[in-house]
């Protein structure tokens, strides 16, 4: 394609294991992209070689950028290879150990091998404080300003440079907090010093001291990267600011992550779910569970009238991040604002193999990128899921990625049959059906972990698919859920980079304000949320007016340990405009919203009262019931959102056919156990039209590669997203 | 390796394998969400399973796994005196060790049948229970949270539910529901979490009705059983890899009140081929004190040690179970008969499971920890607060012993229950009581080649003016016992205002302490035991315990023979290693390794 001169002024450079995806969007909203290997010595070189280079072909000078839009692993990395800055801990005295007991569950049951993930600080470093502070922020001793000093003495002569403070109480009183910090400042400068009362001021003392001990273990790496990737950038001539994706789905400006580096920690996986989100919103989608299949794992995330969710709890380096709260208690707890993202050992290069009593089983062992599938012929011989894909049909039986990968199809038939299906005794067509099926069945609890878990039902959702392996299972999968509807994006190989230019700058604090609802004091509510709004405002940056902020309250009956978080003022009534459907029930409803400041209307009884009617009708969606009347509701915190939208978001322009008409062949497909393999068309994107086209065909690309089977239709809307029906179950 | 028949698509089994698993951890998420008491929904001593018509369980929620195999002796008395009798809309509730084959009374069970729709001209047809199980803060009797230690019959221990309906055909017994409020000290808590209970087996309903219509309930419950010979033949090949033989233990608790009667556990467990007998003939015979499990309960805990040491995935679901017979002598502690108290009968759950660790570690040395500090301590301190009764009470845990490839694990549940603890934040807020210390005790961890985990502290103050204590405790007079040469971790304490009174309690409480404002309960928990000679120990690992303030520079020397070199000063410590080859060779010569220093 000939590159038209155009000045591009934002880029999204995101930095993923193995690959670093670039994209721009040009003035006239053409979608451009790179993949190019990661190179983790120093990552901002593919970020600058990928930018540099599409910035050429487009013929826009790289001075030109205002804003470079970025995902990176630096946080999460920091702490899974346990390359985060040495870190002390200053806590109360008779409590350094807390950190270490944890919740004390375990994640896996009948494990007696099982080992925990050492502390992200040791015991020598974890500095007892004479203080004391009690649950209604009482002094009951005072702060030991002595202890300090000497325990900021040993920090200095062990050369630590981050220091993690948390007391008993302090989000009731943060005086002994504070007063630490300076005098840790004071003592040593220059040093990262992590406050609990500036990172999660919040009651649960495991909750908030791993969190913010997870803020200043990765600090140091944080700001040395973020300087570095400006400095680079700069060095290179590539202007404009950096800007970094959070764990929320918001993005933020260096100096303000360098501040708040553990909100960066699940930003990758993040872009990914703000990618589906806005694609699907242009395709007049706003219920959607989103599904990134890759080479090793599945995630699922759920939108719901157009927002993306937060998980209640989240832990990093606790393996896979399934299934939530059950399964919790292997990695450090972060009680920060993270886009609830369920995963599972259900990848293309996931290993299919037998159980001791004959069962087929997939994952969680992946063959990964390297050796990868046993079609690549590159020395694993075990079936993958790609194999079966392979063997199916689904995939391109001499290459794939556009032929940039060869595989050897014969080898993917080997595997299937000496591994499993003479075992088994069954044809090996049928069971690479099986293992499409099991592999399935795994996805399913990634997605329940985010639906049926949170009381939403699957089928008042849409499906949108992506990653690698997406397309090739998102029908069937679709199948078991009974959804009726199925996207597969455009560009879906770099949904994370394409994230990154639709998000919006966002910063979401709290405060505690432990009230039963009617006798809330709501001056002091109001003072709240103005304190907050000035603190986002000097986070998010910019003309104050521009700032959308949205009011939330967690509340729960009074009783109860685990909060919902429900808007608070500003109107709009429970359970409008929902998605039609008990999915929409509590959640649907329209958020308190105001520009400029925290709310236009004052809180008032009216209020309150909408924020309970609110607060039932989600615990009732969530639980299939409420103790309303039986129980008071209690808000717990209060909770600000401050948004703005960037100056330079660009919309992509419409589909162009003629760009992917793509392969033009034939080859026998399997949809089921019983049909064998179906000669079956294989075309490019570009020539489904806008008139649905009834089953089976398969769409290939560079990206990915979609199956349709015969029951159901698919056809391209204006963006060139590809949109499957499905037919009514039964 | 055996295989699935042929008629069974095993595809379609794995499927539903996982739809079922998926509503039973759906249920629970939902218990412990809505839950209203410390004990439920912090602690999370519940389980919630599905099963099929005839009562046998098809999954479990990811919950407590001594409750693993626990329903089906009740489910199958309510199925039998039920039959005709149970219509759509109803909800059943009980708990009696004995009228209901239930644990002990703080756990009642709530349970929906789920019937079918599928053909609306016809009559719905009971088609699988979704069910729950909740230990609760209190069901009245004589001691706060119903778990009187010095019961002597269970008439003492609270409030006895035999299998009634809850709500029939969606009616609710007002006056059963009237009743328990009465009856209960935490009405507000135990009427809460029923609602969570309820609201789960809602949960459970609503989901296997869709699966019923999704796949055809004829179809659904064919593969149930299906999943049943799927577990068992998973269960045997993994029993075939146990070494056929007959392995012994014995094991002990150490008894009630101030004058402990010792309590003897005997384990005789039969591997052959593929099936497992284990027999609990020599265990003491049952006692007037509320620690004597059901046997439904004891063989629950002998599942879970045994799920503990097999490999595979293996579901929750009846099938399970069925290789593995466990016989007791009719009248002995781990198999009683009524009267006897049962309120604190989980902790002979934890000694079974450590017992047949204890057994099996000569045929599965690389599966087992050396043992555990033994389950759960129980403190309940109750009282009145501003004219209103509160009661406390929390599972504290817990510290496991080393194991073949690691130093044992603190701040872990016992194997039998996965819970957790509570928030000392959460607790102050709540409770008038302050928690002092929270942490680990240097020192504790039995000595071996791989360390025990080590005891933990926790102390209580009383910020009421009175307040009555009970504890459940044990491991004291048998610390955690070590293995291969491992030494025995330190042994467990509770004191009453240590540094003033110094009152000791004892382990196993049958009379509550009263205290008043300003007293102090501090409670020191065992530590784990080692695994293998401790002078086999690295002297590198040594050192980094002393660095992490673990173990200490003369524990070091006594118990593993290491020997430091440095000035004293904390940052300059490094292994003197011919002082330590000198040592380790002499304490060989002698045998002189001791156990450690707590245990002095």
Redesign the interface.
């Known amino acids: 394609m000939p590159a038209s001169p155009a000045t591009v002024t934002r880029a999204a450079a995101d930095i993923g294991g193995t690959f670093t995806d670039v994209a721009v969007l040009t003035p006239d909203g053409r979608l451009a992209t790179r993949k190019l290997p990661s190179t983790p010595e120093n990552y901002s070189d593919a970020v600058i070689k990928g930018v540099r280079s599409l910035l050429e072909e487009l013929g826009s000078p790289p001075g030109a950028l205002e804003e470079l839009l970025h995902g990176c692993t630096v946080a999460t990395n920091a702490i899974l290879e346990g390359k985060g800055a040495p870190t002390a801990l200053l806590t109360t005295r008779?409590?350094?150990?807390?950190l270490?007991?944890?919740?004390?569950?375990?994640p896996n049951?009948?494990?007696?091998?099982?080992?925990?993930p050492p502390p992200l600080v040791?015991?020598?470093l974890r500095f007892e404080i004479g203080e004391r502070t009690?649950?209604?922020g009482e002094v009951l001793l005072p702060l030991d300003e002595t202890g300090v000093r000497a325990a900021a003495e040993r920090i200095r002569?062990?050369g630590i440079g981050a220091v993690a403070v948390c007391y008993?109480?302090s989000f009731a009183n943060p005086d002994h907090e504070r007063r630490t910090g300076e005098i840790l400042r004071e003592m040593l400068p220059g040093a990262f010093i992590s406050l609990s009362v500036d990172v999660l001021p919040q009651?649960?003392?495991?909750e908030r001291t791993s969190t913010t001990v997870i803020n200043a273990y990765v600090g140091p790496p944080v700001e040395h990267y973020v300087r570095s990737m400006v400095s680079q950038v700069e060095g290179a001539g590539i202007g404009g600011r950096l800007m970094v994706m959070q764990s929320s789905g918001g993005i933020l400006d260096a100096d303000a992550v360098v501040a708040n580096p553990a909100r960066i920690v699940e930003c990758g996986p993040a872009a990914g779910v703000i990618g589906a989100q806005h694609f699907a919103a242009r395709a007049g989608f706003d219920n959607l569970i989103t599904l990134d299949m890759g080479g090793t794992t599945a995630k699922a995330s759920l939108i719901e009238a157009g927002r993306v969710l937060f998980a209640d709890e989240y832990e990093v380096g606790g393996g896979m991040s399934s299934?939530?709260?059950?399964?919790g208690g292997g990695g450090y707890a972060l009680k920060l604002p993270v886009i609830d993202i369920s995963e599972v050992g259900a990848g293309g290069g996931s290993i299919a193999w037998?159980?001791?009593?004959?069962?087929?089983?997939v994952g969680p062992e992946s063959a990964g990128a390297v050796p990868g599938p046993a079609c690549y012929d590159t020395g694993n011989d075990e079936p993958t899921v790609t194999d079966a894909n392979v063997v199916l049909g689904y995939l391109n039986p001499e290459a794939l990625a556009g032929g940039t990968v060869p595989v050897r199809a014969g080898r993917a038939h080997e595997a299937v049959a000496s591994r499993l299906a003479e075992?088994?005794?069954r044809g090996v067509v049928e069971t690479a059906?099986?293992i499409h099926?099991?592999a399935?069945?795994?996805m399913?609890?990634a997605v329940?972990?985010v639906t049926?878990?949170r009381?939403r039902d699957p089928r008042d959702f849409t499906l949108v698919a992506f990653g690698g392996s997406g397309g090739v299972h998102a029908v069937d999968l679709a199948r078991?859920l009974?959804v009726r509807r199925v996207v597969l994006p455009v560009a879906a190989g770099v949904f994370s980079a394409l994230g990154l230019l639709f998000s919006n700058l966002e910063m979401n604090e709290t405060v505690p304000f432990l009230h039963l609802a009617d006798e809330a004091p709501l001056d002091e509510a109001e003072r709240r949320y103005a304190a907050l709004a000035d603190r986002i405002a000097a986070v998010v940056g910019g003309p104050r007016e521009e700032i959308r902020f949205t009011r939330h309250a967690d509340a729960r009956?009074a009783?109860?340990?685990?909060e919902l978080t429900v808007p608070f003022g500003g109107g709009g009534e429970p359970g409008a405009n929902g998605p039609g459907s008990k999915a929409g029930r509590g959640a649907g409803m329209r958020d308190a919203v105001a520009a400029g400041g925290p709310a236009d209307g004052r809180l008032d009884a009216q209020a309150v009262a909408e924020l309970c009617a609110r607060f039932e009708a989600e615990?009732l969606a969530?639980?299939?019931?409420a103790?309303s009347g039986?129980?008071p509701v209690e808000i717990v915190n209060l909770r600000l959102v401050g948004t703005r939208r960037p100056a330079g978001i660009i919309e992509p322009a419409p589909f162009d056919p003629a760009s992917r008409t793509g392969p033009d062949a034939r080859r026998g497909v399997c949809f089921g156990?019983a049909s064998g393999l179906v000669d079956t068309p294989v075309i490019g994107r570009g020539r489904l039209g806008p008139e649905p086209r009834t089953g089976p065909f398969v769409i290939e690309e560079y990206e990915g590669t979609c199956v349709i089977p015969p029951d159901c239709t698919a056809h391209l809307d204006r963006l060139g997203n590809v949109i499957i029906e499905l037919p009514a179950?039964g | 390796m055996s295989s699935v028949p042929r008629t069974i698509d095993p595809f379609q089994l794995e499927l539903l394998k996982s739809c079922f698993d998926t509503i039973a951890d759906d249920m629970a998420l939902t218990l412990m969400r809505t839950a209203h008491s410390g004990i439920v929904r912090d602690s999370l001593d519940f389980s919630t399973a599905l099963l099929d018509a005839g009562g046998l369980t098809l999954a479990q929620g990811i919950c407590t796994p001594m409750h693993m195999g626990s329903f089906h002796d009740a489910m199958r008395k309510l199925i039998s005196r039920y039959e005709g009798r149970i219509d759509p809309g109803d909800v059943f509730i009980f708990n009696d060790p004995y009228a209901a084959d239930g644990q002990h009374l703080p756990d009642i069970y709530i349970t929906t049948p789920v019937f079918t729709e599928e053909n609306r001209s016809a009559e719905p047809r009971l088609a699988a229970w979704a069910t729950t199980v909740a230990h609760h803060s209190d069901v009245g009797g004589i001691v706060a949270g119903s778990n009187a230690l010095g019961a002597e019959e269970i008439f003492q221990e609270g409030l006895r539910l035999p299998i009634v309906k809850f709500i029939a055909a969606g009616e609710p017994n007002r006056a059963l529901w009237d009743v328990i409020a009465l009856n209960v000290r935490t009405p507000d808590k135990v009427m809460g979490d029923l609602q969570a209970q309820l609201a789960a087996c809602r949960s459970g309903e609503r989901e296997m009705l869709e699966l019923f219509a999704r796949y055809g309930v004829d179809t659904v419950l064919d593969y149930g059983t299906h999943l049943q010979d799927y577990a068992e033949r998973l269960t045997r090949a993994e029993i075939s890899e146990f070494p056929d033989g007959v392995y012994e233990f014995t094991d002990h608790i150490e008894g009630l009140g101030e004058e402990p009667e010792l309590v003897v556990l005997k384990a005789r467990v039969t591997v052959a081929g593929e099936d497992v007998a284990i027999d609990w003939t020599g265990t003491s015979d049952q006692i007037k004190g509320g620690i004597n499990p059901t046997f439904p309960f004891t063989k629950a805990s002998c599942y879970a040690a045994l799920r503990s040491l097999m490999v595979s995935d293996i579901p929750n679901c009846h099938g399970f179970t069925v290789p593995i017979e466990v016989t007791a002598p009719k009248g002995s502690l781990v198999n009683p008969v009524f009267p006897s108290p049962c309120g604190a009968r989980g902790i002979t759950g934890y000694r079974i499971i450590d017992c047949l660790f204890g057994a099996l570690a000569k045929a599965l040395p690389d599966r087992v920890t050396a043992d555990t500090a033994g389950g759960s301590t129980l403190p309940t301190i109750a009282g009145y607060e501003n004219g209103k009764a509160f009661v406390f009470c929390e599972t504290f845990m817990g510290t496991w012993g080393g194991t073949s490839e690691h130093d044992g694990q603190q701040g872990v549940p016992h194997m039998g229950a996965n819970q957790s603890n509570v928030s000392i934040e959460m607790i102050e807020s709540e409770y008038p009581i302050r928690i002092n210390e929270y942490g680990m005790l240097a020192d504790t961890g039995g000595a071996g080649r791989h360390r025990g985990g080590l005891g933990l502290v926790r102390e209580y103050e009383i910020l009421s003016a009175e307040a009555v204590l009970n504890v459940r405790s044990d491991k004291r007079r048998f610390p955690p016992h070590g293995l291969f040469g491992g030494r025995s971790g330190s042994p467990s304490w509770n004191y009453v205002n240590p540094g003033r009174s110094d009152r000791v309690l004892p382990v196993l409480m049958t009379e509550v302490e009263k205290l008043k404002r300003g007293d102090v309960f501090r409670h020191e928990m065992s530590g784990g035991g080692g695994y293998g000679d401790p002078l086999e120990r690295e002297p590198e690992d040594v050192l980094r315990d002393i660095i992490e303030e673990k173990v200490t520079p003369a524990h070091a020397e006594r118990a593993y023979g290491v020997v430091l070199a440095g000035d004293g000063e904390p940052g300059t410590w490094s292994v003197d290693l011919p002082a330590t080859r000198r040592l380790r060779a002499e304490m060989r010569e002698t045998a002189a390794s001791i156990t450690p220093a707590a245990a002095d």
């Open positions: 008779g409590f350094r150990d807390v270490e007991l944890r919740r004390v569950r375990v049951l009948y494990e007696p091998l099982y080992e925990r040791p015991r020598q009690g649950p209604r002569a062990a008993l109480h009651k649960l003392e495991y299934r939530s709260a059950l399964m037998l159980d001791k009593a004959g069962s087929l089983k075992p088994l005794g059906f099986g099926t099991v399935n069945a795994n399913m609890k329940k972990a049926t878990y009381g078991v009974q009956f009783g109860q340990a685990y615990h969530r639980y299939g019931h103790f039986e129980f156990p179950a």
